[in-house]
Structures are given as C-alpha cells and as structure tokens.
C-alpha cells in the first residue's frame, strides 16, 4: 500500500455520498424554507481571529488546532468551526446594515486535532447556523424548532433530543459563577484531576463534565435556573412558551453549559441514544458581545452547528442504487457512432446513461451490466441498424424487444419516468 489518508481524515465513498447529499438536500430545503441564505466561508483565516473569537483559554484554541505559517509567514489556521468566520464575513462585508436578523448558513469541513474514534474525526463536516442582530425571544424558538425541522425531514424526529438550558447573563451569571465555584471549592477532592483545574478557571465547565466521580458533586451543585435574573428568567419563560406553542419536544436540562464568557441565555444540544459515546449531533447558544470582540457592531447572534458525520451514522448507508438508468452496448463501429448521438439525447433529457466502450462480447457486457445493477440494456449492432431497430432488454426480467431507432428515445424516458420506485436521480434524493 502506498502513501494513506491522514489518521482522522476519511473519504466519503460513492456508497455513502446519497446519504450525504440527502442531509445536503434537507439543509437547504428546510433552511431556506425559514428564510436562511448560505454563506461559504473559506477553509483557512487568520489565526488571530479563532484566537480571539473563540477564545485562547478554550480546548480548541490551546490544543486542537491545525496552525501553519504560510510562505509570508503569516499565522493561518484551518476553521476549527464556522461562527468566527461567518461573524467576520458578516462584518467586513457590512452585513450588519441589512434588516435584522440576518439569518446564515454554511456547510463544510473543520478541522481539530483530536483523539480519532468512532464519531469524531480530525476533519469532519458541519452545518452551521447564525441569526444576528435580534435579541427577541421568538427568534430562538426560530432556530430551535428550525433545527428540530432538520431532524424530522431526515426521519430523525424520534431519535434525536432536544435539550435547553439558560445561562443567564452578565447581570446574573457572575453571582452563579462564585456560589457553583464555592460548591465545587468545598469538594475539590471529589472531583475528576481535569474538573479540579476548571474550578478557578472556568468553573461552569465542570457542570459539563461526564466522568462518574464527579456526578455526586454535580448532583448537589447549585442550578443556573435558580440564580436568573427577571429578565433572563422572561426571555427563558418565553422561548419555552413559544416551543410548546410550535408542538416541540424538549427536556430542560439545567447542567447544559457553554464554557465561553460571550453566550448568554439560551444553549441547546441536540443528543442521541444511538451513537454511544459521540451521542452530540448539534449544540448551540445565543451570545452577546462576540460580534463587538471581533470588531463590529454590539449586536446578538444566535447560532448552532450540527455534526454531519454523526447524522450521516444515524442514517446509515441506504439503498445503493446504480448510476445509470440505461446501459448502451454497441456492438461495432456504426452502433458505436449511433450509441453516442443518442446518449447525448437522453442525457439531454435527464436519463442517466453509460456508453459500454470496451468492444467485448455481448455477454461479456450484459454480465458487466447486471453487476452495476443497471435496470435497461440497449443493444446496437449491424443488424440491429439493418433493421431500424434496437434491441431493449430489461435486466430485472430478461425480456428482450425490438424498438425502432427513432422510437428508443421516447420508450426510455417514458419508462424513466415511469420507474418503480419513483426515485428522483441520486442527487437530488432527501
Ligand atoms: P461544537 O462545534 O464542538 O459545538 O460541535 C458541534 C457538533 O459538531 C457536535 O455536536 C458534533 O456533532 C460535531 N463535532 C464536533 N467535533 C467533532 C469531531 N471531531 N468529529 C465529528 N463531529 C464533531
């Protein structure tokens, strides 16, 4: 074997890519069915900005990021995730003078050094979401229930949980903040060896923690949910007023914590039971002062990101269907000519067709056929073309018959359209 993929870095094999083009499918459709636009930012930045938009303290910035000096010795990292980027985008480009909110999406890789495993990889794909400039409480019922939409025309409405959680804000979150540090200072020796560093730190990180031995502590630890302040409390009561209203299904989960000192209120995860330990498809939060930090103007953003790998898992790898409609065997240099005009035409029609160019015996091809799995075979040969006709053989039940050469074109787009199982060409399947 020669030189191999990257440890952590995997291809998308043509078997699974109509999985991934469905969740590509479901992206845009449900997304723009809500009014989002696709923004595509690039694969690399500054360094600089993941640095200061997500935060030198946070994993990602101290351990996971793949940073190089390119050729003028400029410090440049490969998007770790979306929300800097776009937030940059969003301020270089004055997006911010459109009518609020201003609603993004992107879809596409990142990139973290972390420890490869099932579920999570070096490179791996996310589709992201940013509403900006709206602080109201409906517009995170919006992108919830938006979400939750995404889950449900994937068929992963019963599989996937929501779960929310307010945070607080600046006006409540700080007294939080030193009653948890004071519970999790009194316990300090119950505690996992990375959860004890977290206490001075960042201690609402170790509300996240899974480890068993730090449960009991987390157990008895104050709730967020009791420490809102009115206004926190109001926007939290309202965002579930308007959930209940739209029929969703969440749990309130009071330990849902994001680490960083910008998100503000509302953060959701979504969680699965199907995945084992990578059981996080999507997470997300409303923040405040991020778009301000990065240079722009004080305005709110609310966003989420979903782990397309994990939601590629949980769809599994489907039906694999062949990739083309019909497969044109001539046999010699007329039908050869004659097969080529009309692939052309067919195409032009939508059919996906395959020319079989290999010159070898019928059978050779009708076998070749039948193991890509292509539902017609068309054969022209010199007596074929002496006679004005080819022949049209369906492989599912051998039947074989004479169509007349001008009369091909039309048979077969009348049985494409007619085909059992209705299934639209692989691309756009959803
Ligand atoms: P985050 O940006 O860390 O909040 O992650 C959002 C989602 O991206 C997670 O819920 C996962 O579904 C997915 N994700 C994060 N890191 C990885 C990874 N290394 N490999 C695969 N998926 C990931």
């Not at 009518?99 to 992201?128: C, S, W």
Request: charged share 25%; proline share 6%; with cysteine.
């Amino acid at each position: 074997m020669g030189v191999r993929a990257v440890r952590g870095v995997r291809d998308i094999l043509p078997t699974e890519t109509p999985t991934w083009q469905a969740i590509e499918a479901a992206t845009r459709r449900v997304f723009e069915s809500y009014g989002y636009r696709e923004l595509r930012i690039p694969l690399f930045e500054r360094t600089e900005l993941f640095a200061r938009g997500i935060g030198e303290t946070t994993d990602i910035v101290e351990k996971e990021m793949y940073t190089f000096q390119d050729r003028s010795g400029d410090s440049i990292t490969l998007r770790p995730e979306a929300t800097a980027s776009v937030l940059r985008a969003y301020i270089e480009h004055g997006l911010f003078t459109q009518p609020k909110p201003v609603r993004l999406y992107t879809v596409g890789p990142m990139f973290r050094y972390e420890r490869p495993q099932a579920g999570r990889y070096r490179q791996f794909h996310q589709i992201n979401v940013e509403a900006l400039g709206e602080a109201a409480s409906a517009l995170d019922a919006e992108v919830l229930g938006m979400l939750m939409a995404f889950f449900g025309a994937l068929g992963l409405g019963e599989r996937a949980v929501l779960h929310v959680n307010s945070i607080g804000d600046a006006a409540c979150r700080p007294a939080f903040r030193t009653a948890l540090a004071e519970h999790l200072g009194a316990n300090l020796g119950r505690l996992c060896e990375e959860c004890r560093g977290r206490v001075g730190r960042n201690p609402l990180r170790v509300l996240d923690c899974k480890k068993p031995e730090c449960q009991p502590v987390l157990e008895k630890a104050p709730s967020i949910l009791d420490a809102l302040c009115g206004a926190c409390r109001e926007h939290f009561e309202r965002v579930r007023r308007y959930l209940d209203a739209l029929g969703l299904r969440y749990e309130v989960t009071p330990r849902l914590v994001r680490g960083l000192d910008y998100y503000v209120r509302t953060t959701f995860e979504v969680l699965t039971g199907d995945l084992g330990a990578q059981n996080a498809l999507a997470g997300g939060g409303r923040y405040y002062g991020l778009i301000e930090l990065l240079g722009g103007p004080p305005d709110p953003g609310i966003g989420f990101a979903i782990g397309m790998e994990r939601v590629a898992l949980l769809l599994g790898a489907g039906p694999d269907p062949a990739a083309a409609f019909v497969q044109l065997i001539p046999l010699g240099e007329p039908g050869l000519v004659r097969c080529l005009r009309l692939a052309q035409v067919l195409r032009a029609a939508g059919l996906p067709v395959e020319v079989a160019y290999g010159a070898r015996r019928l059978r050779t091809e009708l076998e070749r056929a039948h193991r890509l799995g292509v539902p017609h075979v068309l054969i022209v040969g010199d007596d074929e073309l002496r006679a004005g006709a080819a022949t049209l053989r369906d492989m599912a039940s051998g039947a074989q018959d004479a169509v007349p050469l001008d009369a091909v074109a039309p048979r077969l787009e009348g049985l494409y359209a007619a085909r059992a199982d209705g299934a639209a060409p692989r691309a756009a399947r959803a």
